[in-house]
T-cell receptor, first 114, second 110 residues
Framework: NAGVTQTPKFQVLKTGQSMTLQCAQD?????MYWYRQDPGMGLRLIYY???????DKGEVPNGYNVSRLNKREFSLRLESAAPSQTSVYFC?????????????FGPGTRLTVL | DAKTTQPPSMDCAEGRAANLPCNHS???????VYWYRQIHSQGPQYIIH???NNETNEMASLIITEDRKSSTLILPHATLRDTAVYYC???????????FGTGTRLTVIP
């Protein structure tokens, strides 16, 4: 039981390049999330998916798109990377959106945009 | 916005109980208290959560005061691997995100 997995672990992009961050969970969870963590800023929610087939914006969605490919997978795409998107990206999943459903996080993707 | 106050750092001797306090005086009746930790730059790790009653699992115990204005996370026998930043989070009712403040940096000393 791997929990939440993310690929790649590290990535360096040039400004304007695009890439997709992959996330998968094997806990049969309905809900999935993408956060970014910047130094001194804590985690901020980018997008979330309440269930398969639905996605919604979080606090900081600009510059990102997401796809809930199936129940297991939730990807985050940067269409035209900018230096301001240099960050650590965490994917998380939970059984549902209810307040009592804990979120489980993946190991993160460290992205640098030059 | 942060609804919790935690000490910035604490030390604990290996093998002793680590008691991490958290103040959340503005908590509402239906808001859960969550604890996570982050070891170095790894992904946040869920520890425990509760609403009104004390909770215990294989990792820790959560003690919530009767007025719910504060709580304490207890790691019963701290090990060196418990060195991490511990976050106390009040989950705002209906919010989908978890607000991680600055947390408490716990250092377990041999």
């Amino acid at each position: 039981n791997a929990g939440v997995t993310q690929t790649p672990k590290f990535q360096v992009l040039k400004t304007g390049q695009s890439m997709t961050l992959q996330c998968a969970q094997d806990m049969n969870h309905n809900s999935m999330y993408w956060y970014r963590q910047d130094p001194g800023m804590g985690l901020r929610l980018i997008y979330y998916s309440a269930s398969e087939g639905t996605t919604d914006k979080g606090e900081v969605p600009n510059g990102y798109n997401v796809s809930r490919l199936n129940k297991r997978e939730f990807s985050l795409r940067l269409e035209s990377a900018a230096p301001s998107q240099t960050s650590v990206y965490f994917c998380a999943s939970s059984e549902g959106l209810a307040d009592y459903n804990e979120q489980f996080f993946g190991p993160g993707t460290r992205l640098t945009v030059l | 916005d942060a609804k919790t106050t935690q000490p910035p750092s604490m030390d604990c001797a290996e093998g002793r109980a680590a008691n991490l306090p958290c103040n959340h005086s503005t908590i509402s009746g239906n808001e859960y208290v969550y604890w996570y930790r982050q070891i170095h730059s790894q992904g946040p790790q869920y520890i425990i959560h509760g609403l009104k009653n004390n909770e215990t699992n294989e990792m820790a115990s959560l003690i919530i005061t009767e007025d719910r204005k504060s709580s304490t996370l207890i790691l019963p026998h701290a090990t060196l691997r418990d060195t991490a930043v511990y976050y106390c989070i009040v989950r705002v009712t209906g919010a989908n995100n978890l607000f991680f403040g600055t947390g408490t940096r716990l250092t377990v000393i041999p």
